[in-house]
C-alpha cells in the first residue's frame, strides 16, 4: 500500500503528512469535517501549492480516514477522536509491514 499521494508522504511515527517543503499536516488534529477542511483550505493558499499538491492532500486524507464513512457521512459532520485517527494510521501502515 502506498505511503505517498503526489508530493505527500505518511509519516507513521508522528502521525503526519508531510510535504517536501518541511510543511506538515497533523492528522491526529483532523477530528471533524471542520479541521480537514481547514486543513485543505491552509494548504491552498501556500504559494508553492500547485494542484497535485492541493489534490495528493485531498487523497491522503480520504485514503486514511475515509473521509465521507467517518467524519461527513451524507453531508453530516461527524467527530473522531485522536486515539481513533491514530488507530485509522495504524491499520494504514499494518499491512505493509
Keep these: 500500500m502506498t ?7 505518511l509519516n507513521p511515527d508522528n502521525y503526519t503528512l508531510v510535504h517536501p517543503s ?3 499536516v497533523d ?3 483532523c477530528v471533524s ?3 480537514v477542511l481547514d486543513w485543505i483550505g491552509q494548504i491552498a493558499q501556500k ?3 500547485d494542484e497535485a499538491t492541493v489534490a495528493g492532500l485531498v487523497w491522503a486524507l480520504d485514503d486514511i480516514l475515509h ?3 467517518n467524519l461527513c457521512p451524507g453531508g453530516i459532520d461527524r467527530r473522531m477522536t ?5 488507530h485509522l494510521v495504524d491499520d494504514w501502515v499494518a499491512p505493509s509491514l
Design 47 to 49: 504559494t508553492w501549492a
Design 82 to 86: 485522536m486515539a481513533e485517527i491514530q
Design 3 to 9: 505511503r505517498s499521494w503526489g508530493p505527500w508522504t
Design 33 to 35: 469535517s471542520a479541521e
Design 67 to 69: 473521509l465521507q464513512g
Design 22 to 24: 518541511t510543511y506538515y
Design 27 to 29: 492528522l491526529p488534529s
